[in-house]
């Protein structure tokens, strides 16, 4: 580990310990800017209970890339008549070319 490495941990380190010696302080001060009355407020106006846990839901079933990828591997178009194949054979079903 080169020097360089050492002291970014010694001041990431000394940061977070600053950070959380001072979590009330910093609680009280965005408390005084109405962040959490507005936060509150948000939250009790337009976010329910079911919103959050259907977001939260979908955010885990969904990966991103791997879901894009299984949507289109399942549901692929053949480049010479534009069928569309719902299985993950190599040969179009409709005019048999090979799908890639």
């Known amino acids: ?12 380190t000394l940061a977070i310990v600053l950070l959380l ?8 001060w965005i408390d005084r800017q109405g962040l959490i009355a507005w936060a509150q ?8 209970g079911t919103a959050i846990t259907v977001i939260l ?18 549901l692929r178009r053949c ?10 054979g190599r040969y179009c079903a409709a005019c048999g070319s090979r799908v890639a």
């Open 1 to 12: 580990m080169s020097p360089r490495h050492k002291k970014i941990i010694v001041l990431a």
């Open 21 to 28: 010696a001072n979590t009330r302080t910093i609680a009280c």
């Open 41 to 48: 407020q948000i939250r009790t106006e337009y976010i329910t």
């Open 57 to 74: 839901a979908m955010f885990y079933l969904l990966d991103g890339k791997e879901a894009m990828r299984r949507c289109s591997d399942f």
């Open 79 to 88: 480049p010479v008549c534009d069928h569309t194949m719902s299985h993950t």
